[in-house]
Every structure is written in C-alpha cells, then in structure tokens.
C-alpha cells in the first residue's frame, strides 16, 4: 500500500521505504476533516525536536520547533545571525501566503500564469534568483546558507540551480515543524485506505497493470499481468508519469512523444540501505552529514553523473521516538544517500559492494561509532538501477521531475491531450514533488473531476 510511502518490513524491523519525514501537517489534518474525520483517530502524530541534527564542517546545527530555541542555538554557533534568522522567517512567511494559493490551483495552460493570483505572487517567486542566492541575503555564513537549503536535493536539485521561491520550504519546516507518524509514514497510506474502504472503496493490490489501453482519446481499460482486463469511466495516473508513459502504453500509442520525455531534466537518484540493528544509538530521528564541498558534491551528481568521494549522507532513525520499528533493545537505520540517476550508466552491480563499505566508514567517522557493521542483524539496499527495474521509477529519478522554472506550473505534465479521461497526480504533476504537495495535486484534480462530472 502506498508505492513509494509502503511499508518495508524485513526479519521484525520495520522500514518506511521512501518518505520518512512529514512537514505542513495542516494538508493532512485538511484532507482528514474533507473526509468528516479526525486524523488523530487514525495515526498518531510525534513533533520532533530537534528537527534534525546537521553535520556541516565544524559544527553541529540543531535547530528546533521552537523558534526562539533556534535563534540561541544560532547566536551560539553562528554569533550575529539571529537577528538575520527573523528576517527570514517573517519575509517568508508572506512569501507563503501568496505561493500558497498557487500550489491549490491547477496550472492547465501557459494562460493560467496571467490568472491576478500568479501576477501578484511574482515578486515572491523571486525569478531570476537561485535558493543559495536568496538565502545570502539574509546570511553571511555559508554554512547556515547550507543548514537552510539542504532540502533541496530532496527536489533532487542543487541548491545552486533551485529556484529561490523554493526558500518556503526551510522556513515551512522551521514555522510548522517536523513529525514522525508511530510506525512510520506507511500509516498515513493505511489510514486513507481504511477511509475509502469504509465508504465502500474497493482497493486491488498485487495486480500488476502490463498495458493501458485507449481508442478515439480515451482509456478503454487497463490489462493486468495476469491477463485480466479492467475497464473504467475515468483514471487517475498516480504510478512514476514519466515510467508510464514510456512504459505502459504501447510504442505507437504513446499519447507523449518519448523524445521529448527524455529529454526533461530528471532529478538524481538515491543509494538506500535499510538496517536492523541489534543495539540502539545515540541519534535523533533525522540527522544529515555533509560533504565537504556541497556544491562540488552536487555538481558531481548532477553534471558530472559520478559517484562522488566525499558523500551526503541522510540518516533516519525513528527509534529516537518510536518503539513500534523494532524489537526491544534493538532499532532501524534508513541511510539514504544522493547519487547519479540511471543517465549516468554506472554499473550498479559492480559498485555497489565498495559505496556501502564508504557509506558505512563515513558515518563511523564522522559519528565516532565503533564497528556499526557488527551490529547489523538485517539489511536490504535499494540501487538507482533497482529503482528502476523493481519499482518502476524513470532513470531511477526518486524525485522526479526536477524543478527549474522551465518545468513548474504550466510546464509540469497536468493533463494530456491525447487522452481526455485521465488525469495526473504525483511528483511530476504541479505543484512539485514531496508528500505535502503531492497530496495537494490529487485535490487539484479531484475538484477539477467534480467540476466536470455535475
């Protein structure tokens, strides 16, 4: 259940296999009250702080839910910024409310940029500006620039080539915090299924779909792999758009032209390895280590499309918080490091066994751990290559689209032409990709779908 948000449980350990940490809960607690709900019922939510701990060069950054904790921890490690710190919080907190409108309405066309909402939020899109640009007007220090725009490479993106509007997302974790769901975000995805099926939904898992088939600009119905055809009214596009696309409909009946889908910008991809532990540690749920030279390393990845030395590294550890993961005295570790998508034709088989051994040696390092690998009972690692062959993910692009201005609003695929029964929700649809605004795009289309079915 969920895709990518699913649930990975392996020897008694529980993972969540991609999505580990939820921001602007109001979307969800939103989407709950829609369906006369209390999200609370269903799942329960754990505030984090601090948010994460970040690695960078010399110090440790902690930043917490509390604001006025973050600006002592700033005039502590960065002495003179704190003032700075409140600049950026209440110039992006009117930022927001003029993007915001913006991610709940649908982009269908180049004319939806003139619509007086998008015209009165261009200042605030700050066009022109990368995210590293934008946050040095607010802070003189490099590694606090770092410390507010490491997000990005969760768009997939360099913080270099991120454009600045892209700055509410730091202060969107800062202003509304961080959370851990008990067991993990699976349970967000459990939870919408137990909604639908008390509304007599009906959900079908297990069932590969082998073809999409159309006729006279339409899907027909859908073949399974076992052969069985499931015809429909409408469909909603939820798998990878661009693994869909290529994959699902037949050469000659693409309703894209292929060329053109290979030649978008793709994000970069992600090394995952997921480790039962037979001891605990002494972490937070999230913790991030920095490479040395974090534009170096992003360019490495995203130009060069080489594995990079001196790696990123993205600890989850819900252990911190949550006793549901794992056995008694025992906990999970989510390692999740950015690496080259599947363009760069690295042999994934070959070098995968020398990564993990680096991986594991510089979280050691830089941890001062002794001899994790000792601790491992289980352990499952997840390539770009088996991103895309197991789960079906575009060049093994787990972010997606990227989000340079050329492929946001109008310019992400929201509709298809040649198909007039379906629509399209997800990472690569408006308004972007991560949980919040993934969410955002299904109810886009579904009021869109209302609106053309009364």
């Known amino acids: 259940m969920g895709g990518r948000t699913a649930l ?182 459990h939870a919408m299924s137990e909604i639908v099926q008390e509304n007599g939904g009906t959900i079908h898992l297990n069932q590969r779909v082998q073809q999409i088939n159309t006729a006279a600009k339409k899907i027909t119905s859908i073949t399974l792999e076992n052969g069985e055809t499931v015809e429909g009214d409408y469909f909603f596009l939820n798998a990878d758009y661009a693994y869909t696309m290529s994959h699902l409909f037949s050469q000659t009946k693409a309703p894209v032209s292929l060329k053109k889908l290979d030649k978008k910008k793709y994000s970069c991809s992600g090394f995952a390895m997921y480790l039962g532990l037979d001891t605990t540690l002494p972490l937070n749920v999230h913790t991030v280590l920095f490479p040395s030279d974090f534009r170096i390393h992003m360019d490495e990845i995203m130009r060069q499309q080489i594995i990079p030395e001196d790696l990123s590294i993205h600890l989850t550890y819900p252990a911190a918080v949550d ?31 020398a990564l993990r051994q680096l991986i594991l040696k510089t979280i050691e390092k830089k941890l001062d751990f002794v001899d994790l690998e000792s601790h491992i009972l289980t352990e499952k690692i997840i390539t770009p290559h088996d991103w895309e062959k197991d789960y079906h993910i575009f060049k093994g692009a787990i972010f997606n689209l990227t989000h340079q201005l050329s492929q946001l609003g109008p310019f992400r695929p929201n509709k298809i032409p040649a198909i007039k029964n379906m629509k399209i929700v997800g990472g690569a649809s408006h308004p972007a990709n991560s949980l919040p605004f993934i969410l955002e795009s299904a109810n886009i289309v579904v009021r869109q779908f209302n609106k053309e079915i009364t």
């Open 8 to 189: 990975l449980k392996q020897d008694g350990f529980s993972f969540d296999l991609g999505p580990t940490a939820l921001n602007m809960p109001n979307v969800l607690t939103a989407l709950f009250a829609d369906c006369n709900r209390n999200i609370q019922d269903y799942i329960k939510l754990v505030s984090l702080d601090p948010l994460y701990s970040l690695y960078i060069e010399d110090i440790i950054f902690s930043p917490s839910a509390d604001q006025d904790r973050t600006k002592r921890e700033i005039a502590s490690l960065f002495p003179g910024e704190e003032e700075h710190y409140d600049r950026f919080m209440h110039d992006n907190a009117k930022k927001m409310i003029y993007l915001l409108p913006l991610w709940q309405e649908p982009f269908s066309s180049l004319w939806s940029v003139f619509r007086l909402r998008t015209l009165r939020a261009l200042p605030s899109l700050t066009l022109g500006n990368h995210l590293i640009d934008e946050l040095a007007k607010y802070f003189e220090d490099k590694r606090l620039r770092l410390a507010f725009s490491f997000e990005t490479k969760f768009l997939g993106m360099s913080p270099w080539e991120t454009p600045g509007a892209f700055s509410v997302i730091p202060f969107a974790e800062h202003y509304f915090g961080i959370f851990h769901i008990v067991g993990g975000i699976n349970r967000l995805t």
């Open 323 to 353: 006793k549901t993961v794992a056995p008694r005295n025992m906990s999970t570790l989510r390692i999740l490091v950015p690496v080259p998508n599947n363009d760069s034709k690295i042999n994934w088989e070959q070098e995968r066994s």
